[in-house]
Every structure is written in C-alpha cells, then in structure tokens.
C-alpha cells in the first residue's frame, strides 16, 4: 500500500471552499474517500439513498475513492445483482461528474456475525465486478470486527473512532477513548490484511433528556490512539486519513495537531 495522505468527505453535496482547499494542499492529501450514496433497505429491498450532487467539478488532481455506506440489514440475505448495480451506479456518477481515473471502491458496513457471510459474499462480488473495470477494493474494518476472519478485499480502513458505547457518554467520549481501544490491540498483530488508520476530526452534537451535549475529542486523545496501534502495527503510519474533510473540522484543531496526525 503506497504511502498516501487522505480524507474521508461525507458531505452530500461536493463542493470545497477556500480552507478546505488550503487543507488539501498543506498536508499533501490527495486523496480523497468520498462518500456517493448510502444502500439502505426500503419495501424490502436495498436501495440507494442521499446521493452525492456535485456543486462544482472535481480538481483533476484529486484520486477520488468513491465510497458506499451499506446498512447491515441490508446483508441479512443475499441480494442478487446488487454488486453489480452498485459498480454501475458508481461508473454513472463518475462519468456524468467527469470524475476521472477512478482506481478504487470502498464499501462501508458494520458487519456482524450474522451478516459476515452475507456481506463478504457480496464483498467478492463487488471485487470481481470491480476488476474489470480495473478498480481495486477496500472495506473499513471496525475495532469489533478485528476478531473476525479477514474480509475479501485489497486492504481494509481501521476505523479509530465512534468506539464507545453512546449511552456511557459521562463515562468515556463515545467518539474515541483509549480504554475502549485497548482490549483490541492484541488483535493488529495477526490481523491478515493490509490496513490504513482513520482519526476522528469531528464534533458529535446531540440532545440527552433535553440537554444539549458535544461531544468532543482532545487532540491528546487521538495522538495517544495513533502512537499506540502504530507501535503495535507499523503499517498504520504510512496511509492516514482522518474523518471528515469540513471547515469547521479544520478549525477545530491546530496546525501542530495535524501535522502530528499525518506525520509518518
């Protein structure tokens, strides 16, 4: 896996402003993990939903990975074609938007026990449909999904976020705490596919019984995340991304943290 700096854009509509602009360019990130449209289940059947629009073109220099979230009731059963349907509605947008050399999927899905079998099946299908159109895949792989046996893809995005449990928010910060990190370290070592880190840049905002309550990670947080998966996995330094490329993300922490985060 080459060395690469990148972002995760999970917006549903395209379109960079001046910060967001200046981000790219001073932590050389140029690719991009872009966000095309979710697969949710609908009459019984998957369907897509929130679709990307593109409010402006895509700079040419960009290596965009269009990215698909898929619900995990969607891999309950196997539905047949879907694979299939979603490469071509990721070949449509990318040639309706004018979004060239396009070298690589991802699929996204909190899979499960008992939707593993499912979901990887499909996961080979998307390869294979993929291929011939000379498009590798990757998946995210979330801390829980560790355990399991490796998914049928090129390499996989260790998801270093959203790893508490929501409901113990005055305990630990759903978004990222070490402690919750921890009892999974173990697994790194034997894990059998390629693997690239995420770091959560994001502000999580909800009401709890009336209250207003942010959820916010400490730059100290993520750094000690980063240092230990890194020290238990050297892999983990060479391809970093972090969630999600916006304005207010970038404001949220400093240049210094940044280019901590993005320093191999």
Known sequence: ???QNSVYY???EWHLDSVERNFLKQYDIQKVYCRYFDVVMRNDEPMPNATLSFAE??????????TVYITEDCMHSEHKGLAKKIVERIMQMNETNDVKHVKEIQI???YTGRSLRTYYQFLEDVRTTASQHDMRLSTTIRL???SM???PADYGVLMLYNTGNPQKYAERNPILDIRDVMPYISKLDDYALPLAAAYPVFLWQRTIYGVHVDHWVEADEILKVKDVVEEKRPELRRTILTYHLDKENIKRYTPETYETIYHH
């Open 144 to 146: 829980h999904q560790l």
């Open 10 to 12: 999970w917006r549903t």
């Open 57 to 66: 073109p895509v700079d040419p220099s960009l290596n965009i990975v269009p």
């Open 1 to 3: 896996m080459p060395q």
């Open 149 to 151: 046996e490796v998914p």
């Open 108 to 110: 996204d899905c909190d």
